[in-house]
């Protein structure tokens, strides 16, 4: 199991009707993505968020489809309209005990 995290500041002028239409589509990726087993996404809630709002987790199958999401056809349409409005930080890993 591989684990994906990414959190999004928004950029000046991204509406509320954009930022949930950005869950919605991150939510959608489910079944469009080979390997991609679980998707949480929602607003951040945490006092120390530097400014992220939005974060997220998606859990992969194994490292191979973790590795080869980021140019699967569904992940690239979602990007073409979502870096405009964001600043994102991701991480990925597995884990260990």
Do not use: C
Not at 10 to 36: A, D, F, M, T, Y
Not at 68 to 90: C, F, G, R
């Amino acid at each position: 199991m591989y684990i994906h995290m990414f959190a999004f500041r928004w950029k000046p002028g991204v509406s509320e009707e954009q930022k949930l239409h950005v869950r919605v589509e991150i939510r959608n990726l489910q079944g469009q993505i080979p390997g991609l087993l679980e998707t949480w996404v929602g607003v951040n809630i945490s006092p120390r968020s530097l400014g992220y709002e939005l974060g997220g987790v998606m859990k992969f199958a194994d490292k191979a489809a973790l590795m080869a999401y980021p140019t699967q056809p569904a992940h690239l349409k979602l990007i073409s309209w979502l870096m405009p409005l964001i600043e994102p930080v991701e991480v990925g890993f597995t884990p260990q005990e």
